[in-house]
């Protein structure tokens, strides 16, 4: 799949051996592909270095299961209209069994009806912490006390996380290849600049 982006094409060639030797790391490790935001790291390795170190934690080692994990990245991209984020997470939480009508109404920008307590605590965590910048007592212990102190600590990681991704994504227009429709309409995500 070709990814677009604003950045300068990377040639080969031109690569430092900082640059080979953080895409060969990329590449032999459980993603196995460049996509999403390492094109535009690469540009600086020890960024792109950490970054992917951190980003293979927060996808595939937390307590939380897939599911969970895939929705707060969804969470994410949703607020930051996010297109390759969602673009390439949306197929992977279907998989992982986030109901289609939940992702619907993500993308929608609208509060999901949640079937999944664990999921309508995800959603609420992750929109509090975005709009307030801060979690409340009341939502903090409820998540303490379903998923555990450590998996929260790891749920906060995961948001945080991805939304450098989408940050590294929407500054250099990072777009996947395909012939699908943008998630999100780009009229309006410009209108006060």
């Not at 690469?42 to 595939?60: E, I, K």
Request: glycine letters at 6%; a negative charge; one cysteine or more.
């Amino acid at each position: 799949m070709s990814i677009q982006s604003r950045l300068t094409p990377l040639n080969p060639e031109q690569m430092s051996d900082d640059q080979r030797q953080v895409i060969e790391a990329i590449l032999s490790g459980p993603r196995g592909n460049l996509d999403g935001p390492f094109l535009a790291w690469v540009h600086s390795p020890q960024l792109a270095d950490h970054a992917q170190q951190l980003g293979a934690f927060c996808r595939y080692h937390t307590q939380l299961p897939l599911r969970l994990t895939e929705l707060a990245i969804l969470a994410t991209a949703s607020w930051w209209k996010s297109q390759a984020e969602w673009q390439i997470h949306a197929p992977i939480a279907r998989e992982a069994g986030v109901a289609e009508s939940v992702i619907e109404d993500l993308r929608q920008g609208r509060e999901p009806d949640f079937e999944a307590s664990d999921e309508a605590l995800v959603y609420q965590l992750a929109q509090e912490l975005y709009a307030t910048r801060r979690v409340g007592d009341a939502l903090y212990r409820q998540a303490v006390e379903t998923f555990g102190e450590a998996a929260v600590v790891e749920l906060v990681g995961v948001l945080g996380y991805y939304a450098l991704v989408a940050m590294t994504l929407n500054v250099f227009e990072v777009r996947r290849g395909t012939n699908e429709s943008l998630p999100f309409d780009e009229t309006r995500l410009m209108e006060h600049g």
